[in-house]
């Protein structure tokens, strides 16, 4: 990372060098949940993050998609989280499923905000203004 | 500039930094820089059930990209210094 600041700024650097080889989330413009050890960045926050897996979340389900070894396009970053490993990454109440069980409830919910997008639409096109 | 010289100067105080996403984390700032990127510490996302992800996240660092607010604290802000400095930069530029 090139040295931006004044001396100054020795302590104020917006670094993610403290986040190294630490577990980390990251938070993706598309709403995925991405989680890992981050091995190196660069000034775009581009990242590579080992031992990568997807968090999905549904509700009260979720599962752990993984994914192995990742680059990370700084642009779509929208977040990096540093995992406090002393305490529970999700409430109590959510339960573990399968990532076939995950997908079905993805479906699920993504056929219920097309069906309510769906009628929005038709009221909206009853409102004669 | 001026802005991030603002904020240098905010560092230490509790801020509530709202996304473009709608995610909006309270937290103390640690650090900012040339691109307006937020380092907060001791954070807790407002509205927690909605983003039960970010239970164990206490510290993060936030693309200034997709910052949409920085709320302040009123007593925090000294709306005549940042006028002037405005103006003068204005001028300058």
Request: proline share 3%; charged share 30%; with cysteine.
């Amino acid at each position: 990372m090139s040295w931006s600041g004044g001396p100054d700024d020795i302590f104020l650097s917006t670094s993610l060098a403290s986040y190294l080889d630490k577990k980390i989330l990251v938070l993706l413009r598309d709403g995925r949940k991405l989680m890992g050890l981050l091995r190196s960045f660069d000034q775009f926050a581009n990242a590579v993050l080992e031992g990568a897996c997807e968090r999905v979340i549904v509700g009260d389900l979720y599962c752990d998609i993984p994914l192995g070894l990742y680059i990370i396009r700084g642009e779509n970053v929208v977040l990096i989280g540093e995992l406090d490993l002393e305490r529970e990454e999700l409430p109590p109440h959510m339960t573990c499923v399968s990532a076939a069980e995950i997908k079905r409830a993805q479906k699920a919910e993504r056929d219920a905000s097309d069906l309510k997008g769906s009628m929005r639409k038709r009221m909206e096109f009853l409102d004669m203004d | 500039q001026l802005f991030f010289s603002y904020f240098k100067d905010l560092v230490g105080r509790e801020v509530t930094v709202e996304l473009k996403n709608d995610l909006a984390i309270r937290g103390t700032l640690h650090s900012v820089d040339q691109y307006l990127n937020i380092k907060l510490e001791n954070t807790r996302v407002v509205d927690q059930d909605k983003y039960p992800h970010m239970l164990s996240v206490r510290n993060c660092f936030i693309r200034g990209s997709v910052v949409r607010y920085v709320q302040l604290p009123p007593e925090g802000v000294d709306v005549e210094l940042l006028h002037d400095a405005t103006r003068r930069e204005a001028r300058g530029g």
